[in-house]
């Protein structure tokens, strides 16, 4: 079930002066913003102060990229006490994947040689498992862990696949296509006992989770600062602790390879990290204007609401229950049934995905999984209750005829 269950319209969040939240964005007004975790939405405050930063690296640019790890540094600081880590254990990498692809190429052969995923896994970091395990030898071993799986049950599924030629086992903090989380930090525990290293990909985590690495004890964790935290795209976080870390290096060779874990990707060459530097200014305008733990009991009232609305009128419109059991729930995010025979794989979703802001007025989340298809609901604090009873009055009358058609 979903993490609150709302039966009335949360109150829309405002600025200082009494104007809606969203007007602290920039938006485009035609369209109904309703997944922000895919790409996250970057506030105003965050671009200006990107902006500012472009124009002084623009202004001497020989200054600017010599002075530019001490930056990095100060900026992995603040942004290492909005997660809850330790400075010198946080590298900034471009997104999670990145972040995952650092961790693949940095493992020497394990074990003999297989990679534990779950059928949960964010498609780019499941291919970039097996591809390791093929330079391995050896092969990826998927748990399926049912939609409606609670803690234990999640936990036993992904350890039943774990064994003696176990090198790596990669798991989803909060999972993108079903939005659920998984218990990360009962499989850090077991596999830290075991020897065996530990990716946790929390690309959804930073901002929707208060704490993301409390009780963690793994090897490798990393997530994207530019979903719910509203940093500037290409602004993630990648964690490591451990003898394992002193193998990890940036994607990109430059002249800090000799340094030492994080400093060493404080050196990436010409690459523009105006957006990882203005990462703060985001983080902090939410907090300075709400308040991090009012930010995220908002959305996630306001998620609960828009998936009753969403769900009833589906249901009014299929007769068949349109909500969705899911184990383990996280804030902010909900999932309602399509109807059938719409977004049953990828493809066929991200196709919904594509089609909605030209037919339906709207940017939406359409996803998967194991042959169903559903709309993943996400919200921020720019979102209403009136985005949601927009969706539910407009848009799901033509996901009937969506429906009706593919049949």
Not at 23 to 30: G, S
Not at 148 to 172: F, I, K, N, P, S
Request: aromatic share 8%; proline share 6%; glycine share 12%.
């Amino acid at each position: 079930m979903s993490e609150t269950e709302v039966t009335t319209a949360p109150r829309p969040l405002l600025l200082a002066d009494d104007r809606p939240a969203a007007r602290a964005w920039t938006l485009d007004p035609a369209l109904r913003h309703l997944n922000h975790g895919s790409f996250g939405a970057v506030p105003l405050a965050a671009q200006e102060r990107q902006q500012e930063l472009r124009a002084r690296m623009e202004s001497a640019p020989v200054v600017w990229f010599s002075e530019l790890p001490r930056r990095l540094a100060a900026a992995r600081t603040d942004l290492a006490a909005f997660l809850g880590a330790a400075p010198g254990d946080l590298a900034l990498v471009p997104n999670a994947s990145a972040g995952a692809s650092v961790v693949y190429a940095g493992l020497e052969r394990r074990g003999g040689g297989e990679i534990v995923v779950t059928d949960h896994g964010y498609g780019a970091v499941t291919m970039g498992a097996e591809r390791l395990a093929r330079r391995w030898g050896g092969r990826v071993r998927t748990a399926r862990v049912p939609l409606d799986a609670g803690e234990e049950q999640a936990y036993e599924a992904v350890m039943a696949e774990v064994g003696e030629a176990t090198g790596l086992v990669v798991v989803d903090q909060v999972t993108s296509a079903t939005a659920r989380r998984l218990p990360v930090e009962r499989i850090a525990a077991r596999t830290r006992r075991l020897g065996i290293p530990l990716l946790v990909d929390g690309a959804h985590a930073p901002g929707l989770i208060a704490a993301p690495l409390d009780g963690w004890d793994g090897d490798f964790w990393t997530g994207n600062l530019h979903k719910w935290g509203c940093a500037p795209r290409g602004t993630a976080a990648l964690v490591a602790r451990g003898p394992l870390r002193d193998g990890l290096y940036p994607l990109i060779d430059s002249w800090g390879a000799a340094d030492p874990y994080p400093e060493r990707f404080d050196h990436q060459g010409t690459l523009d990290a105006t957006g990882q530097l203005a990462a703060p200014a985001a983080l902090g305008f939410v907090d300075s204007v709400w308040g991090w733990p009012a930010a995220r009991r908002y959305m996630d009232e306001l998620a609960g609401y828009g998936a009753r609305i969403v769900g009833a009128a589906l249901a009014g419109l299929t007769g068949a229950d349109a909500s969705v059991d899911v184990g383990m729930p996280v804030p902010g995010m909900r999932l309602v049934r399509l109807p059938d025979g719409l977004g049953a794989d990828r493809l066929a979703a991200d196709a919904l995905r594509d089609r909605a802001p030209a037919e339906l007025g709207v940017e939406a989340a359409f996803t998967s999984f194991g042959g169903v298809g559903y709309l993943r609901l996400s919200a921020h604090v720019y979102n209403t209750a009136e985005d949601y009873e927009y969706f539910a009055e407009k848009c799901v009358p033509v996901l009937g005829e969506w429906a009706r058609a593919a049949r």
